[in-house]
């Protein structure tokens, strides 16, 4: 099991994209979920917990590099290590 001593706390911002400047690579060396609402999320790519919102790829529409376009979903987010 993992220790939660060696975790690093988790942000209050984050991102799964490596070009992202909100991106931190340690924390996703465990497995983390996220909590919109009470209901949790398995799509997240973005969250913010103090701004309370989440980003999720849209399901066809792309970007001009070929990227899922990010929709923001608002509500109450919770962050955890699983």
Known sequence: ??????????????????????????????????????????????YCISEGWVKIPSPKALDRWGQPMLITLKGTVEAFYK
């Open 1 to 46: 099991m993992n220790d939660s001593k060696s975790q690093p706390a988790l942000p209050d911002r984050l991102a799964g994209n490596p070009r992202s400047p909100h991106h931190v690579a340690e924390i996703f060396e465990y497995s983390i979920g996220i909590r919109l609402n009470g209901k949790e999320r398995f799509d997240v790519e973005e």
